[in-house]
């Protein structure tokens, strides 16, 4: 896809956004809010007009119906039908392109192992639970062979035990199918854990793409070091939170608050001294501290990641 353009009524969503994808790959396209990511796929998918090239598999696909467009969509509703069985809710998709009975039930019957809901064909999809309802709708997503498969907050509506648990299960099925995919979040752990590469947009714009661990360590703006979730960063540098810890003899300092957040002490000191730019680092300590008490940290001053000029 190259320099893909929307505007609606008259308001720029996407601008010049150019991205790839390896074939057996899976990107995850993350940004806040309104930075463009579910009208990125619905551009791709051919719901929404738009300006640039698409190609999928080598052959532009921008003039070409949305439904011989060789695409899967999976949203974080589902939209399963509440009328059908699991088992017709996968089918669904065969029997729209006319594939044979023997044929479809061959597929859905491999496709609900695969997913691990062998024994829920028959099933009614008002009995399911948010997790099986996602396996179930990306079975039928996947029904098609589609030659691309497009995932939009997918795990969205889940809680986030739930949420951690599936993306792991959703990557290991994904890589099982060698399934070229797009994956829309907000997310950055889940995108971690699902991507073998991750595309940010901000305001309708690409700012950045790469490897999951390299976009964290070492981002490349301010803007995308506080999106990713890091807590110290000023306008220069970032400050890695483990490159930060208590000492007896440090930095003089105050602590601002202690929370146990993940398993962890979550704290916040106030410097004496300003660090690049910053007057506040969070740390992960050891025991709690009450707030308010004095304390002295060390930085690791080789840790710290400086953005380009």
């Known amino acids: 896809m190259r320099q893909l353009s929307v505007s609606l009524e008259g308001t720029s969503i996407l601008s010049d956004v150019s991205l790839r994808?390896?074939?057996?790959?899976?990107?995850?396209?993350?940004?806040?809010?309104?930075?463009?990511?579910?009208?990125?796929?619905?551009?791709?998918?051919?719901?929404?007009?738009?300006?640039?090239?698409?190609?999928?598999?080598?052959?532009?696909?921008?003039?070409?119906?949305?439904?011989r467009r060789g695409i899967g969509l999976m949203f974080q509703s589902h939209a399963l039908f509440p009328h059908l069985t699991v088992a017709d809710n996968v089918a669904f998709g065969l029997v729209e392109l006319g594939w044979s009975s023997t044929d479809i039930d061959r597929r859905v019957e491999d496709l609900l192992e695969l997913v691990e809901l062998g024994h829920a064909e028959d099933r009614s999809v008002a009995t399911l639970s948010g997790g099986e309802a996602q396996r179930v709708a990306l079975a039928r997503a996947l029904a098609p062979e589609p030659s691309l498969l497009m995932l939009d907050e997918p795990l969205g509506s889940l809680d986030r035990r739930l949420r951690e648990e599936l993306a792991d299960s959703l990557a290991s099925l994904l890589r099982t199918v060698d399934t070229t995919a797009l994956y829309v979040t907000h997310d950055q752990e889940e995108a971690s854990l699902v991507a073998d590469r991750m595309l940010i947009l901000e305001q309708g714009a690409v700012t950045a793409t790469g490897r999951p661990a390299p976009l964290w360590q070492s981002p490349r703006s301010a803007w995308i070091a506080r999106f990713l979730g890091h807590p110290n960063v000023s306008e220069e540098?970032?400050?890695?939170?483990?490159?930060?810890?208590?000492?007896?003899?440090?930095?003089?300092?105050?602590?601002?608050?202690?929370?146990?957040?993940?398993?962890?002490?979550?704290?916040?000191?106030?410097?004496?001294?300003?660090?690049?730019g910053l007057d506040r680092l969070v740390l992960h300590a050891p025991s709690p501290h009450a707030e308010g008490s004095e304390t002295s940290v060390r930085v690791d001053f080789d840790q710290i990641h400086r953005f380009p000029s």
């Open 21 to 67: 994808v390896e074939g057996g790959s899976v990107l995850a396209v993350l940004g806040p809010s309104g930075s463009g990511k579910s009208t990125l796929l619905r551009a791709i998918a051919g719901l929404i007009p738009s300006d640039g090239a698409i190609e999928l598999d080598g052959r532009d696909i921008a003039s070409v119906p949305t439904h």
């Open 237 to 276: 540098a970032m400050v890695p939170v483990p490159a930060v810890s208590l000492v007896p003899d440090g930095m003089p300092a105050t602590v601002g608050s202690c929370r146990f957040v993940d398993g962890v002490w979550r704290t916040e000191v106030i410097l004496d001294q300003p660090v690049v």
